[in-house]
């Protein structure tokens, strides 16, 4: 039995649909899942166009992908935790349980981590095998695409939540697809002022409709000036970054308030210069790193804030395909101009 996948083929840039077999061959303790919705995420569009990071890290030949729902269709012959006809999704991050950080319980830091669609076969496919721990049941009825958007909205709930945002000022700096999660987060939430920093006009508008109170463009305005303007020349208490980009990282460290929180999701290849002694020491700020999703804290956050339908997924998904038009939805995702956007097998 073959099926459709979309694989990273050779050592190039684009994607290659072909028929594949169905990965059917499964250890004790994983599953066969018949995969429902598949979205793309921003690894997914590195992958895609062969930059110096996938260069560094893919394998070919691959398949793709690693955020989706589906519905379990076979066990291996030690799962317990699912059963056949489970909605699930999936964390994306295999751990080892071995090294110093799993046997404490840091799972999210696990030395060994391999993640789906880039270290192991994905979900870019009719059909994926995956292994039962990384399983989450999704009890609601809700549709499918909305339940393959979990594990991005994981990143956007582990930053936003990771400090108190409840009542107070938050910038959430860059509005890609995971940044108009978060503030829609710090929406439902009760944030007291939410103030989104973005370029890109298509998701400025749209991260006004998920919540914002005010939105700044670094390329019309001062940033630091706005912000400090918005919080009565106090400062954001808590500053969420998901952009990566060096100008807006340095900003945040000025305009973040004395006693102030920094939550850090967004990477960067630029070195970033910060006034050490006058915006961390002397300031007395917070700065925390965010890697994937604590595991499995998150997971529960996540899917109580998804089963609760506060969320306003429907914004957040912007395009859906199918999976055989990965190129038009690659072509979406790298033009700026899309929330999430969601594949179907």
């Known amino acids: 039995m073959e099926m459709m996948a979309v694989i990273k083929a050779a050592r190039e ?7 594949k077999p169905i990965p059917d061959d499964l250890g004790p303790n994983e599953v066969l899942i018949k995969v429902l919705a598949t979205s793309i995420c921003g690894t997914d569009v590195h992958i895609y166009k062969w930059d110096k990071w996938s260069q560094g890290r893919i394998k070919p030949p691959l398949t793709t992908g690693h955020e989706f ?3 379990v269709i076979k066990l291996g012959s030690h799962v317990k935790k699912v059963n056949i006809g489970d909605i699930v999704s999936a964390e994306t991050h295999i751990v080892c349980h071995e090294c110093e950080f799993c046997r404490r319980g840091e799972y999210h830091i696990c030395k060994n981590t391999k993640i789906i ?9 009719e059909y994926a095998k995956m292994p039962e721990e990384n399983l989450i049941i999704n009890h609601a009825p809700i549709d499918p695409k909305y339940l ?8 956007a709930v582990h930053t936003m939540l990771h400090f108190k945002i409840t009542g107070k000022t938050v910038a959430v700096v860059g509005c890609g697809p995971i940044g108009l999660m978060g503030v829609n987060i710090a929406k439902v939430v009760g944030a007291k002022k939410i103030i989104a920093i973005e370029v890109n006009e298509y998701r400025i508008n749209l991260a006004k409709e998920l919540g914002a109170d005010v939105v700044i463009n670094p390329l019309k305005e001062n940033v630091i000036e706005r912000v400090m303007e918005e919080t009565d020349g106090m400062g954001v208490d ?3 970054e998901f952009s990566g980009n060096k100008q807006a990282i340095e900003d945040a460290f000025k305009y973040v308030k004395p006693g102030g929180k920094m939550s850090m999701l967004g990477i960067t290849p630029d070195m970033i210069t910060i006034d050490l002694s006058n915006d961390v020491v002397f300031k007395g700020i917070t700065i925390y790193g965010v890697v994937g999703r604590i595991l499995f804290d998150t997971w529960h956050q996540v899917t109580g804030l998804v089963e609760s339908g506060k969320l ?3 914004k957040i998904i912007t395009h859906t395909f199918r999976l055989s038009e990965i190129d038009k939805g690659m072509e979406v995702m790298m033009s700026g101009n899309s929330g999430k956007v969601v594949l179907i097998p």
Request: hydrophobic residues 35%; glycine residues 16%; proline residues 6%.
């Open 69 to 71: 729902s589906g519905e």
């Open 117 to 125: 669609g880039v270290d192991t076969d994905g979900c870019f496919a």
């Open 312 to 314: 306003d997924l429907d």
């Open 238 to 240: 808590v500053v969420t």
């Open 148 to 155: 393959s958007i979990q594990e991005p909205l994981g990143n």
């Open 13 to 19: 840039p684009g994607a290659t649909i072909v028929k």
